[in-house]
């Protein structure tokens, strides 16, 4: 018998809270993407009770998020809805390639040498003084095909990163078998998976996999996260609100 | 009219004069390699006057050199002569791969990425905490094929090494007409060539010449010292000894 919702929710979120305004953003970035699409509040209470949040934690979010800029509120009649302002609009698009980048093949790998009293080239990770990893030639750069030795891997992500792909992964290889699922219900697993692995691609360098050190688990968890996504594909926001009642 | 002898061995000495002790173990360690090869006092006195050389220092030098345990002194009759102590032999062997090895083509370059808290591998020229650069793959190593930047070229060699190269490159040149010479006067010249070349030879790492910094003449001291070997063939010590007289 396949898993219910709760328990796949739980996988997903290791049975933490998360973040509640940031999983929100990451509701509007996956689900309200359009210039114009906006989400009720009807809707936005059903996925965060799919998705395991307290109504009040979802109202204290969404106070912050309008607070902050990221959102706006509208008002149509007695139904109220929110959408992304121009800057939440530009923060979610920007983080978008790396997010759903996830059948992008990784990057080739360089090791940069500079002068040790510069600081690292833009979007390099400093590995040491004059030495820095990157994903294109910058500078004085030499091509890298094998791994390097543990110690400078260990350099490119810290442990604790490391580590959240381990359990990401674990989370991801819960939803391998998938129940019947409702649009609701498809959009708050969807949103979660989302959310999941922004974690990652968002703060991982972007380099090769061999060049991250022993014990990460990103390709597993950009495997599963790209496999996930075509599983539980975005519903239209019309199916949505149509399931959300007025 | 080609210059005379004295001429050439200012051009070899830079008009200065050498370090005596240190260029008396080259005229052993060029003249008189084999374990039982000896050298007059008479023929020390006439080669170190060739090489402009005052008695008085040559004799200093020679007490030096004793004192050391470099050399030690023999007597026959009333000559005294003098060879290397087995240590003396040891050290001069020791270096000849690299004075006499002027044909050998300039070795790979590798870049060295070691551990930063850790010193540079045995061999390898530090550039840098964690970076270094040899001739063999040691470690983590990268090949390198095009020249790397300016500043780090520069930790290849110091400032004043490549002065010397300059300099060096500028006296080898003024012999590249010779004139009619005794075998005393190939021997003088022939130790100063040796020895300037052991400077260099001695003082610069193992690294393909494209590794040096702008200005470095090793490849044109290298070629010249090869020509110059052939050029200026040494003559066998009892050849020399029957010119220096009784």
């Not at 799919?50 to 009040?56: F, L, N, W």
């Not at 974690?199 to 597993?220: C, H």
């Amino acid at each position: 018998m396949p898993p219910d919702v709760p328990a796949l929710v739980a996988a997903l979120t290791q049975g933490e809270t998360p973040r509640v305004w940031s999983l929100l953003v990451t509701v509007f970035g996956d689900l309200a993407q359009g210039p114009q699409a906006r989400v009720s509040g009807v809707l936005l209470a059903r996925l965060t009770e799919a998705m395991g949040i307290k109504p009040e934690a979802a109202r204290v979010a969404l106070h912050r998020l309008r607070k902050d800029g990221w959102i706006e509120s509208l008002r149509e009649g007695r139904r109220s809805s929110y959408r992304l302002t121009q800057a939440g609009h530009r923060e979610t698009a920007a983080a978008s390639p790396r997010i759903y980048g996830v059948d992008k093949p990784p990057g080739e790998g360089w090791l940069l040498i500079h002068p040790p009293a510069e600081p690292a080239p833009p979007g390099a990770v400093a590995i040491g003084p004059g030495l820095a990893l990157g994903a294109a030639a910058q500078g004085f750069a030499l091509p890298l095909q094998a791994p390097p030795p543990d110690w400078l891997r260990a350099r490119v992500v810290d442990a604790e990163l490391v580590a959240l792909t381990r359990t990401t992964a674990v989370g991801f290889a819960a939803l391998a078998v998938l129940p019947a699922l409702t649009p609701l219900e498809t959009a708050a697993l969807r949103v979660l998976v989302v959310h999941a692995w922004r974690r990652i691609a968002l703060r991982a360098p972007d380099l090769p996999d061999f060049l991250f050190p022993e014990g990460w688990q990103g390709p597993a968890c950009r495997a599963a996260a790209a496999d996930l996504l075509r599983r539980l594909p975005r519903p239209d926001l019309a199916t949505l609100e149509a399931a959300a009642g007025p």
